[in-house]
């Protein structure tokens, strides 16, 4: 199909698009974010890719941390993040 996107709907993953490809009189439609197969914009074709990965997640409860404190490592140099520990000054 050949449209433009006039309007996008967030909340029922729809768009409304005039179809230029259309014979009859009422060029408007509705389409399903989730049956789109390739955009083009701005002259850049974009694909979605087709047989990639699922990761199976690990259910956490709410209270849960997003981290394993076990594996944090204080000096860590390949680490993303940077972890330090903090020593009391005995000084004056």
């Given at each position: 199909?050949?449209?433009?996107?006039?309007?996008?709907?967030?909340n029922?993953?729809?768009?409304?698009?005039?179809?230029?490809?259309?014979?009859?009189a009422?060029?408007?439609?509705?389409?399903?974010?989730?049956?789109?197969?390739?955009?083009?914009?701005?002259?850049?074709?974009?694909?979605?890719?087709?047989?990639?990965?699922?990761?199976e997640?690990?259910?956490?409860?709410?209270?849960?941390?997003?981290w394993?404190?076990?594996?944090?490592a204080?000096?860590?140099?390949?680490?993303?993040?940077?972890?330090?520990?903090?020593?009391?000054?005995?000084?004056?």
């Amino acid at each position: 199909m050949t449209c433009n996107m006039l309007q996008v709907e967030n909340n029922l993953g729809r768009s409304l698009v005039i179809d230029h490809s259309s014979a009859g009189a009422n060029k408007f439609r509705q389409i399903d974010h989730r049956s789109i197969e390739s955009i083009v914009f701005q002259n850049t074709k974009y694909t979605i890719k087709k047989g990639a990965k699922t990761e199976e997640v690990e259910k956490t409860t709410k209270d849960e941390p997003k981290w394993n404190a076990a594996k944090l490592a204080v000096g860590n140099w390949f680490s993303g993040t940077s972890y330090y520990q903090a020593v009391e000054d005995k000084g004056d």
